[in-house]
């Protein structure tokens, strides 16, 4: 649970990570005013991610937005250390961190990420420092909506994009988010539950993917030897033993057609949970442990589908 959360952490980092901009001339004293809730707001990410952010100039108001341009982020605790161009985010939205509350409403953009350090012995965050040494950059953002009454929350986009037009997307519902999450995410986890989760990857380029890389390098990393024929072997008899129990026919043989792909697959994935009485997010833990999977996601549909050009028909 600790190496998931910590992983999740990073991934946070990632997604959470901002900002700064120009004030210039006579007017930076009222810029500064008018722009303090942006100010604030990376002081109060600051603080909460537990990072030394430097940004190269004060961050600004735009258009009822915060912007901010070249800041370089620091996790000390973590070996990670980023290099953005730009960020967007809703005014206000991360003014509700300065008291240990989830915002009810964010929407970040961040365009031109580079990761300049990564964590040692971990594959995905190696394999983006190692994409950025060229002077390649990608984009994300995190963006939902939390109803703190309900302890609802509609994620509507945390994402990865590439340059060349693969990109990766988490969307979903959630409910039993405690306000305070952002104050004690350890504790925060426990009552998580999910109702709908989707994630989308797009191959947007199938001769050179870098989600696809990252993908089989993370998946070397954790199987024997990273032997990937003896992985699709066994994978073949886990199909037919357990995952046929819990998809359909066509999300049966859209599993076979990825493992046969392997190590380079060719199409767009979707995979999709959606659970009428909720799924607890604690469960996912059981994945690593000997549980079967059929008794694992009992009360949770399971959609999965691969091939070419597969959003063109799904979206």
Request: proline share 5%; charged share 20%; aromatic share 6%.
């Amino acid at each position: 649970m600790k190496k998931a959360y910590s992983g999740m952490r990073h991934l946070a980092l990632a997604g959470f990570v901002i900002l700064s901009t120009v004030a210039s001339g006579a007017a930076q004293t009222i810029l500064r005013m008018d722009n303090a809730s942006c100010i604030g707001g990376l002081d109060n990410l600051a603080k909460v991610a537990k990072v030394d952010i430097t940004p190269a100039t004060t961050p600004r108001k735009v258009v009822g937005k915060c912007d901010a341009q070249s800041v370089q982020v620091v996790a000390q605790q973590a070996g990670i250390t980023l290099d953005i161009k730009r960020i967007k985010w809703n005014r206000n939205g991360l003014s509700p961190l300065a008291d240990g509350k989830l915002p009810e409403q964010l929407r970040l953009e961040l365009r031109g990420v580079t990761v300049l350090e990564a964590p040692a012995g971990d594959p995905a965050w190696a394999y983006l420092a190692d994409y950025s040494r060229s002077g390649r950059t990608f984009d994300a953002g995190l963006a939902f909506v939390f109803d703190p009454e309900t302890g609802v929350l509609d994620l509507t986009d945390a994402s990865i994009r590439f340059r060349n037009g693969n990109t990766a997307k988490l969307s979903g519902r959630l409910h039993g988010v405690v306000q305070g999450f952002p104050q004690n995410p350890e504790m925060g986890v426990f009552p998580l539950i999910i109702d709908d989760l989707t994630l989308a990857v797009s191959n947007g380029d199938a001769r050179k993917n870098p989600l696809t890389e990252l993908g089989i390098t993370v998946l070397k990393k954790n199987i024997p030897n990273g032997d990937i024929a003896k992985f699709r072997a066994l994978a073949t008899l886990y199909i037919a033993n357990e995952l046929s129990r819990v998809l359909d026919r066509n999300g049966l043989a859209a599993v076979q057609r990825l493992v046969s792909d392997l190590p380079n697959p060719k199409g767009d994935l979707l995979l999709r949970l959606m659970a009428g009485k909720g799924y607890p997010v604690l469960r996912l833990g059981l994945l690593r442990a000997d549980e079967k999977l059929s008794q694992m996601l009992d009360g949770v549909s399971v959609e999965f589908a691969y091939g070419p050009d597969l959003f063109a028909t799904v979206n």
